[in-house]
């Protein structure tokens, strides 16, 4: 069980160090994107390194299976596994795998239909607060949903036929190119699907609480989008406006004060804008996304590695 144990460790020290590692770092707050990016390959290299075990070890367990995976390869590919010298608790692992690809399929599942389930309820919700007037057909493509409220407030609401919902009051505080940030920061999120990444996150976080790279994944992609989107309003309507669109509407909600609050991120995320950090050079930045690409690979690499061997 050579290669199975391999992939085992690699991504179990993967899963352990580098939440810490991408944690400790500085540079994510300066390239969120990056970031986000170096996050999503090192999350597939343990799923990679889960799922590639599981299948050499179901291969060695069951007959049926090993026809399956190595239908197409010559004789001195499977004899390079030595799959019959896995021994009994071939079976028993690839079992264990394989319950947890479907308790994790069944968490983003679960995920995914909260999530439509809250979007039809705020739908609704929409739709009593804004009525159609007599008369008015009805429209499912409107892009934009402006309500009559005394708090200013903007959000995108997701979806097949995603729509931007803003209020009067933000209307009436938010001047000329401070409004077209506040829409560009939230086309910035629909535009990168960020939802898809926070219903990842949020299930894989969900279903094994006690792996550090899921609840690591989870704590910093909200955090992550976030400064990725106020980086899309800042590059066309700049940092000055994007931060004062932020704090024009969120002060009343207290989060500039001394006592914490749920969106005690925000300080920060103004602090970036007025004050910010210079990027990564670019061909640092280039590195780093090959770097990443690497990691998904390095599993392919131990898994196919004693099959090319043997043809070699």
């Known amino acids: 069980m050579t290669v199975p144990f391999v992939l085992l460790v690699l991504g179990a020290l993967a899963?352990?160090?580098?939440p810490r590692l991408l944690?400790?770092?500085?540079?994510?707050?300066?390239?969120?994107?990056?970031a986000l990016w170096v996050w999503q390959c090192v999350v597939a290299s343990v799923l990679l390194c889960c799922v590639m075990a599981m299948a050499l070890c179901a291969s060695a367990a069951s007959p049926t299976v090993r026809w399956h995976l190595f239908a197409l390869a010559p004789r001195g590919v499977v004899d390079a596994y030595a799959l019959s010298e896995y021994g009994p608790w071939a079976g028993t692992l690839a079992v264990l795998l394989a319950c947890g690809g479907a308790w994790s399929a069944a968490m983003l599942t679960r995920e995914v239909r909260g999530a439509r389930a809250r979007r039809r309820q705020r739908r609704a919700a929409?739709?009593?607060?804004?009525?159609?007037?007599?008369?008015?057909?009805?429209?499912?493509?409107?892009r934009l949903v402006v309500l009559e409220s005394g708090r200013p407030d903007a959000w995108w609401l997701s979806g097949p036929q995603p729509q931007l919902?803003?209020?009067?009051?933000?209307?009436?505080?938010?001047?000329g190119r401070q409004l077209d940030a506040v829409l560009a920061h939230e086309q910035g999120h629909a535009r990168a699907r960020h939802d898809w990444l926070l219903h990842c996150a949020y299930a894989l976080a969900a279903g094994f609480p006690q792996v550090p790279v899921f609840e690591g994944f989870r704590q910093q992609v909200h955090r992550l989008v976030e400064l990725a989107a106020d980086d899309v309003a800042s590059r066309r309507f700049g940092r000055l406006t994007t931060a004062l669109a932020l704090v024009e509407l969120n002060e009343h909600r207290g989060v500039f004060g001394p006592c914490p609050t749920p969106l005690a991120q925000l300080p920060g995320r103004v602090?970036?804008?007025?004050?910010?950090?210079?990027?990564?050079p670019l061909n640092r930045r280039m590195r780093m996304s090959a770097m990443a690409l690497l990691l998904p690979a390095v599993p392919l690499l131990v898994t196919f590695g004693p099959g090319l061997g043997a043809l070699s």
């Open 23 to 34: 944690c400790q770092a500085d540079w994510p707050e300066r390239e969120p994107v990056l």
């Open 15 to 18: 899963a352990a160090m580098a």
């Open 165 to 175: 919902v803003i209020t009067t009051a933000a209307l009436r505080r938010l001047r």
């Open 271 to 280: 602090r970036r804008l007025l004050d910010p950090a210079p990027r990564l």
């Open 126 to 142: 929409l739709l009593v607060r804004s009525p159609r007037l007599p008369g008015e057909l009805p429209s499912d493509g409107e």
